[in-house]
């Protein structure tokens, strides 16, 4: 779970995400990782860790975007040996309730994605994601359902195929993973409809102007992982 500047949501968001987590695995561990937040997310994360004893633990990073903040999350986890690695936001927008489904499903697969079919956030972004869908399918051939999704649940043989493959110069990291992901033919895929809700305080740290640019400059980054 990357976080920044959380202060109204992250409590609201561990609270719910912990015992879903807890409920389908005794061994779950909610890994949150603080990409070098300035508000109170940091005084208040460090209360929930004491307060969990050791089913949340957080990695604190300086502050370098969602997408590297996603990566950081994904080494360490495969430094703790996770055999399943889930990822969700901090903003409140991932509800709980579609996790046993996707959970239920992974015997078989190696990658898992909640496809967002409703969603409260607005009609821009729902317009923003199926271009950025779009795109990707015709200047990449990778017809990826939905590839910016928080809410993704991946083994650990397939994520640490092509975890390395990633620089650290990627802002859309995690797009950059699913078309890597979409393209290894051998990798086997599910996914499950998702309602997204909306954010529970704030605004998001990346604006829409600034999520095109950077979908911009992921097309010319994606040609170099050919």
């Known amino acids: 779970m990357p976080v920044f ?3 109204e949501s992250i409590v609201g968001a561990i609270s719910e995400w912990a015992p879903a987590l807890a409920s389908v695995s005794s061994e779950a561990m909610l890994l949150v ?5 300035t508000d109170r997310t940091p005084e208040i994360l460090a209360s929930i860790e004491s307060e969990h004893g050791g089913r949340v633990r957080v990695l604190r990073c300086t502050n370098r975007g969602h997408g590297q903040a996603c990566l950081a999350g994904y ?6 040996g996770a055999e399943w690695i889930f990822q969700i936001d901090s903003d409140g927008q991932c509800d709980p309730r579609y996790f046993p489904s996707l959970w239920s499903r992974r015997v078989g697969a190696d990658i898992l994605y909640g496809v967002r079919t409703s969603r409260d956030d607005g009609g821009v972004r729902r317009l923003a994601t199926n271009i950025l869908r779009l795109n990707l399918g015709l200047l ?7 590839p910016n999704v928080p809410y993704r649940l991946m083994n650990r043989a397939a994520l640490a195929r092509h975890l390395p493959r ?3 110069s990627f802002y859309l990291a995690n797009v950059a993973l699913a078309v890597l992901m979409k393209k290894d033919r051998s990798l086997r895929h599910e996914a499950i409809s998702i309602g997204f809700r909306e954010r529970t305080a704030g605004r998001g740290s990346a604006g829409l102007l600034l999520f095109a640019k950077r979908a911009f400059e992921l097309n010319r980054q994606l040609k ?3």
Do not use: K, T
Request: hydrophobic share 25%; proline share 4%; aromatic share 4%.
């Open 5 to 7: 500047n959380e202060e």
């Open 33 to 37: 990782v603080d990409d070098g937040s």
């Open 75 to 80: 080494r360490e986890a495969l430094r703790q």
């Open 140 to 146: 990449h051939n990778a017809w990826c359902d939905d």
């Open 166 to 168: 990633i620089p650290d």
């Open 224 to 226: 170099s992982l050919n």
